[in-house]
């Protein structure tokens, strides 16, 4: 079974600090490792993923991820955070040889304090 | 990038109604289709597996006579929440499965039973 931890519910960070979001996940088979974003009242937005190759990902907005394998981990990193960047992150897990089911975490609140 | 759309995006019924959701694969086919509902502040939860022109596949603690599931076409699946109640009061949001196994999220039904 696939589980994804996200230790941090909430992240406050001022404008313009860097920020890292955590994640952990567990799995007996490889899997993808996604990163989404939730604005309010919003569906899910794709910030970035991991397939395979370079373990350094780079997404949208200015974010970026690294896969750790002996840690799995996959935490989310931003040099410099802006307002615009409050919402939920979600950390999300697939299995990479089958089936299309996401395993999310709890995901994290960030909150860009001016 | 595919498109999908869910229709309504917020409804409001009263309580012992039933409810229709649609979410459509706009430009792309989608053979499989996932419909998760998320609670305030928390994560999503997968609620159904939809394939087109089979019965859907429901996670457990799901009941499948209360979400009815429909995949009648390869762009659209309608979940229809019957007789709600206001615990059924949640955000939707369904997913679409390309070809190439990329899965694109729609942007969530808010439904509230009053």
Not at chain 2, 83 to 90: F, G, R, Y
Request: proline share 4%; charged share 15%.
């Amino acid at each position: 079974a696939q589980s994804v931890t996200q230790l941090d519910s909430q992240v406050p960070v001022f404008e313009e600090a860097p920020v890292e979001l955590r994640c952990n996940y567990s799995s007996s088979v490889s899997v993808y490792l996604f990163w989404y974003v939730q604005y309010p009242n919003q569906g899910l937005q794709l910030l970035l993923k991991y397939l395979s190759g370079s373990t350094l990902v780079k997404g949208i907005n200015g974010f970026e991820a690294e896969f750790n394998k002996s840690q799995t981990s996959f935490h989310l990193r931003k040099p410099s955070v802006h307002i615009s960047d409050t919402a939920e992150y979600f950390c999300a897990v697939r299995r990479s040889n089958t089936g299309n089911q996401f395993y999310f975490g709890t995901g994290t609140s960030l909150t860009v304090i001016p | 990038g595919a498109v999908v759309s869910q229709h309504p995006s917020w409804v409001i019924c009263k309580s012992g109604t039933s409810v229709k959701i649609e979410c459509r694969s706009l430009d792309f086919q989608a053979t499989t289709m996932f419909w998760y509902r998320q609670f305030p502040k928390q994560s999503l939860m997968l609620m159904a597996t939809s394939n087109e022109g089979s019965k859907a596949t429901y996670e457990q603690g799901v009941e499948k006579d209360k979400f009815l599931i429909n995949h009648a076409s390869l762009t659209l699946s309608t979940l229809t929440v019957t007789s709600a109640h206001p615990e059924d009061s949640s955000f939707y949001i369904c997913t679409g499965t390309s070809g190439d196994n990329e899965q694109f999220f729609g942007p969530g039904t808010r439904l509230t039973v009053l």
